[in-house]
């Protein structure tokens, strides 16, 4: 119910009464509609407003100049976005998916391979995996972390095996160490999927210069994100680099000779717009998306709920604040109540959905990835949420498991 009919519903019912009672209810409802201001799960407009003007600027240089496509912008982009994540080359492109999509083709894999990646992912993981006609192997998560299970990635290595794909899940890198080490003793590519990652660090090295290729998304909810699609592949190899740009314009070497066989999927000029706009911007997001994962902690931590756990040495960027309870649909609900928006990221493990029944897993299947996709979701995180916003949460949460509690 909005908070407006409630408002109207119950002064209907005073209608008849004194005045004076009548208007120290409507005080009440002024202030239980304060106290019901909504907390959405991401606040995309609100960080709009701050590079408004700018993005207009720049959009305005590129409509007046013509460029549309491949515009100056573009590569202005690729420089900087290579710079943060300390790679030597960056290749803007359509979306994270294709990013995906074409660093398997520049790596070569295709029909009869078979590439693992984590059963917890999003869909566009392996997605991108079937694209070019290999086989996703999809394998189990720690429970503290959300990411690859090492020991069972190298359960699933056989001679079918070419890359191994880790996502760094809701903003924590993988194990990329361990990793790293079984890809080089077993001859295999890596392709990180980065697309919740920007920014996020083992010791000193940002995600997207760890694998053979790193892959970004900046769907506009992402930590980076465009006004549309648009994301980019990362890598340190110049050869990689040059057969990436082949793979996004048609397999273009010079106008009207084709190459291979390329796709269209350039990062479009305009969205390269926001994205420079952006970049002045992200670390300060970060460390603010970091703030207030401290805050939730702060308020969370003596509750039976379990919180992101940051693994030592690592920056986990918090593209997701992702907690776990039993009880989850509950809490949820509870919370909606209060107008407080959670996700839930997300909730069926990949070997459930259409593309997939048929991918190979582990003779033991994903009874971690299942058990997570039925306990966690995402509290509201952006980096504009205040003190104050997170205390609501924390404290409509805390009413939520005592109350739950005795009804069971
Ligand atoms: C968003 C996302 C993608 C896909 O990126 P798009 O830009 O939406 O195509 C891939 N992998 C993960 C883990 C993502 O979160």
Not at 189 to 215: K, L, N, P
Request: glycine share 8%; charged share 25%.
């Amino acid at each position: 119910m909005c908070p407006d009919s409630f408002a109207t519903a119950i002064n209907f019912e005073y209608i008849n009464c004194a005045v004076g009672v009548f208007e120290r209810n409507l005080e009440v409802n002024e202030m239980n509609e304060h106290k019901m201001e909504p907390i959405p799960l991401v606040d995309l407009a609100t960080q709009s407003q701050a590079i408004k003007s700018e993005v207009l600027q720049r959009m305005e240089a590129v409509i007046d100049a013509g460029r549309y496509i491949l515009g100056e912008e573009v590569g202005k982009f690729e420089s900087l976005f290579a710079a943060y994540c300390r790679t030597s080359h960056c290749v803007g492109l359509a979306n994270g998916t294709d990013a995906l999509h074409l660093a398997l083709r520049a790596l070569g894999i295709g029909e009869g391979d078979e590439v693992i990646t984590a059963g917890n992912s999003f869909a566009a993981t392996a997605l991108a995996i079937r694209y070019c006609g290999a086989q996703p192997v999809l394998v189990d998560v720690n429970e503290d972390d959300f990411n690859l299970d090492v020991e069972l990635v190298e359960a699933a290595i056989n001679e079918r095996t070419k890359a191994i794909i880790p996502v760094h899940l809701y903003g924590q890198p993988a194990r990329m160490d361990e990793i790293l080490g079984l890809a080089k003793r077993h001859d295999l590519r890596v392709i990180e999927d980065a697309a919740q990652a920007h920014g996020a660090q083992i010791g000193d090295r940002r995600c997207g210069s760890f694998g053979d290729i790193g892959c970004f998304s900046f769907y506009p909810g992402k930590n980076l994100g465009a006004f549309g699609d648009g994301g980019a592949a990362t890598t340190q190899c110049s050869e990689l680099d040059e057969h990436l740009r082949l793979l996004r314009n048609y397999g273009q070497r010079v106008k009207n000779r084709h190459d291979l066989l390329g796709f269209n999927c350039r990062l479009d000029t305009l969205q390269a717009c926001v994205l420079l706009t952006k970049m002045s911007f992200i670390e300060g997001w970060t460390q603010q998306r970091r703030q207030v994962a401290e805050w939730y902690k702060e308020d969370l931590q003596e509750t039976e709920l379990q919180l992101p756990q940051e693994r030592e040495g690592v920056r986990h960027v918090y593209h997701l604040y992702v907690v776990r309870h039993p009880r989850r649909n509950e809490i949820i609900a509870s919370l909606a109540e209060q107008n407080i928006h959670c996700g839930i990221h997300y909730p069926n493990p990949l070997s459930t959905a259409q593309p997939f029944q048929n991918c190979v897993t582990l003779p033991m299947g994903l009874p971690r990835v299942t058990k997570l996709a039925s306990e966690i979701f995402s509290l509201p995180m952006y980096p504009e949420m205040t003190r104050e916003q997170v205390a609501r949460v924390s404290s409509a949460i805390r009413q939520s498991l005592a109350t739950e509690v005795g009804v069971r």
